[in-house]
């Protein structure tokens, strides 16, 4: 046995060694290695495990931004930062105004903006993370999605084709689903995860920050079953009542969430369910977040409050809500290993001849 595990380390350490990193670029003028998604999968040199690294432009095209090559990793530079004035591109985002549309398993998308991502057919192994996002839906008509992690994404107010953030249903079984650690701000619906045929879901939701910006009854921030629910911080802005629908969470265990329902909302029945493992305390953005933005990433908003109602009230004893947990929601949406400089000192004249400039680089960011 521990024979075939070193011969598996071996293998897996040489696909590492093998992976090749290809740049994408709209932009004929940038000089990359492909035009488009499309266009990378559709070329013999790119192959399983390797990274197709998305530098800012607008990928504006949805045909071009298909994804049919199994084992992809796609990495951005992350969002909101400042434009880039004077370069080959204005803007300093991978931003995808058209969909990105997976048609293959085992693919990893980090550090992007995109409107929306659409999951073909019947996909597994799929992770979504540090993205700026405005929709993650399945295709219509298709069943057993299974293996689907999006995690420390941020869902912003009017951005992308909206209504519902997260969806998983219109007769699919999906299986295995974690979201965890996503802002999300819902205008009118949150995440829909029921299916046609009541299939067990076997889905888990911890620790998002949930906000709920509509402004009408009759409808719910989440639609789900066989689901674990639990860590979540969700807030209804504007005081409507019907936000949490029971009949819409079937056969879940809910527990240490913070809502921000007030007592005169809370029938009797949701106390005797849920009252003893949940904290219906009356959140509100005021006592639960800072509310002030920071070096204009406007996820920062969310951040914990000292003396936040959510701190301390999760299942682990640590944090509710997207900045704790398993996948800490990292600002910006820096991806993971990717080395950037975060500051620099260069003198206006040289000295001796010499200009001498130091930087300083983060070879990741956790």
Same mark, same amino acid.
């Given at each position: 046995?521990?024979?075939?595990? @070193?011969?598996?380390?071996?293998?897996?350490?040489?696909?590492?060694?093998?992976?090749?990193?290809?740049?994408?670029?709209?932009?004929?003028?940038?000089?990359?290695?492909?035009?488009?998604?499309?266009?990378?999968?559709?070329?013999?040199?790119?192959?399983?495990?390797?990274? @197709?690294?998305?530098?800012?432009?607008?990928?504006?095209?949805?045909?071009?931004?298909?994804?049919?090559?199994?084992?992809?990793?796609?990495?951005?530079?992350?969002?909101?930062?400042?434009?880039?004035?004077?370069?080959?591109?204005?803007?300093?985002?991978?931003?995808?105004?058209?969909?990105?549309?997976?048609?293959?398993?085992?693919?990893?998308?980090?550090?992007?903006?995109?409107?929306?991502?659409? @999951?073909?057919?019947?996909?597994?192994?799929?992770?979504?993370?540090?993205?700026?996002?405005?929709?993650?839906?399945?295709?219509?008509?298709?069943?057993?999605?299974?293996?689907?992690?999006?995690?420390?994404?941020?869902?912003?107010?009017?951005?992308?084709?909206?209504?519902?953030?997260?969806?998983?249903?219109?007769?699919?079984?999906?299986?295995?689903?974690?979201?965890?650690?996503?802002?999300?701000?819902?205008?009118?619906?949150?995440?829909?995860?029921?299916?046609?045929?009541?299939?067990?879901?076997?889905?888990?939701?911890?620790?998002?920050?949930?906000?709920?910006?509509?402004?009408?009854?009759?409808?719910?921030?989440?639609?789900?079953?066989?689901?674990?629910?639990?860590?979540?911080?969700?807030?209804?802005?504007?005081?409507?009542?019907?936000?949490?629908?029971?009949?819409? @969470?079937?056969?879940?265990?809910?527990?240490?969430?913070?809502?921000?329902?007030?007592?005169?909302?809370?029938?009797?029945?949701?106390?005797?369910?849920?009252?003893?493992?949940?904290?219906?305390?009356?959140?509100?953005?005021?006592?639960?977040?800072?509310?002030?933005?920071?070096?204009?990433?406007?996820?920062?908003?969310?951040?914990?409050?000292?003396?936040?109602?959510?701190?301390?009230?999760?299942?682990?004893?640590?944090?509710?809500?997207?900045?704790?947990?398993?996948?800490?929601?990292?600002?910006?949406?820096?991806?993971?290993?990717?080395?950037?400089?975060?500051?620099?000192?260069?003198?206006?004249?040289?000295?001796?001849?010499?200009?001498?400039?130091?930087?300083?680089?983060?070879?990741?960011?956790?």
């Amino acid at each position: 046995m521990k024979k075939l595990v @070193l011969l598996a380390a071996v293998a897996v350490c040489t696909l590492a060694a093998n992976a090749a990193t290809w740049r994408i670029n709209s932009n004929p003028a940038a000089k990359p290695d492909f035009l488009s998604l499309k266009a990378a999968c559709d070329s013999d040199y790119v192959a399983i495990g390797d990274t @197709l690294y998305c530098e800012p432009a607008e990928y504006n095209v949805s045909e071009e931004n298909t994804i049919t090559k199994k084992g992809l990793v796609l990495i951005g530079p992350g969002f909101n930062f400042k434009n880039n004035y004077g370069g080959i591109s204005t803007i300093a985002e991978a931003t995808f105004s058209a969909a990105i549309n997976l048609r293959e398993d085992s693919i990893q998308i980090e550090g992007v903006k995109a409107a929306e991502i659409i @999951l073909w057919e019947s996909r597994k192994d799929i992770v979504i993370e540090r993205c700026y996002l405005g929709k993650v839906r399945t295709g219509d008509s298709y069943r057993n999605q299974k293996r689907i992690a999006i995690r420390s994404n941020y869902f912003p107010a009017n951005y992308g084709p909206g209504y519902e953030r997260i969806i998983f249903s219109n007769q699919n079984e999906a299986s295995e689903i974690d979201i965890e650690n996503n802002i999300i701000i819902v205008d009118p619906h949150g995440i829909n995860l029921t299916t046609t045929y009541g299939t067990a879901l076997s889905a888990v939701i911890a620790h998002n920050t949930i906000i709920d910006i509509y402004q009408a009854d009759n409808f719910p921030v989440l639609a789900t079953s066989h689901s674990e629910i639990r860590d979540n911080i969700f807030i209804q802005k504007y005081g409507k009542k019907g936000f949490l629908y029971l009949d819409q @969470l079937v056969n879940c265990q809910i527990y240490n969430n913070v809502w921000s329902m007030v007592e005169a909302d809370v029938t009797a029945e949701v106390y005797a369910q849920y009252g003893a493992d949940n904290y219906f305390i009356g959140a509100t953005e005021e006592n639960t977040f800072t509310c002030q933005q920071v070096g204009g990433a406007s996820e920062t908003y969310y951040q914990l409050k000292e003396g936040s109602v959510a701190a301390g009230k999760a299942y682990q004893h640590e944090d509710c809500g997207a900045f704790a947990g398993t996948w800490p929601f990292v600002i910006n949406g820096r991806p993971l290993g990717v080395p950037y400089i975060y500051d620099v000192v260069a003198p206006h004249r040289p000295e001796n001849d010499v200009l001498t400039i130091t930087f300083k680089v983060k070879a990741n960011n956790e």
